[in-house]
């Protein structure tokens, strides 16, 4: 699966987002360093929020494959 972060530089570290995963954002002391964690947000926060059992009743939860 690929997915679009945004990263940007802010003082001494570089941040990153995620706009398709609502909250995700992380830092890291380098660049590199920025990759690993943004890998290890996107995958902590699709492993959370495929555990939440809270669904609205019209909504369905399904997988795909990307």
């Known amino acids: 699966m690929k997915i679009k972060a ?10 990153g987002s995620i ?9 890291g002391e380098s660049y590199d360093h920025l990759l690993v964690m943004l890998q290890e947000a996107a995958q902590g926060w ?3 929020a495929s555990e939440e059992d ?13």
């Open 54 to 66: 809270t669904v609205a009743p019209e909504h369905q939860v399904i997988e795909l494959s990307v």
């Open 19 to 27: 706009p398709a995963l609502p909250g995700c954002h992380t830092w």
């Open 46 to 48: 699709l492993e959370v």
């Open 6 to 15: 945004v990263i940007w530089p802010e003082g001494d570290v570089w941040c």
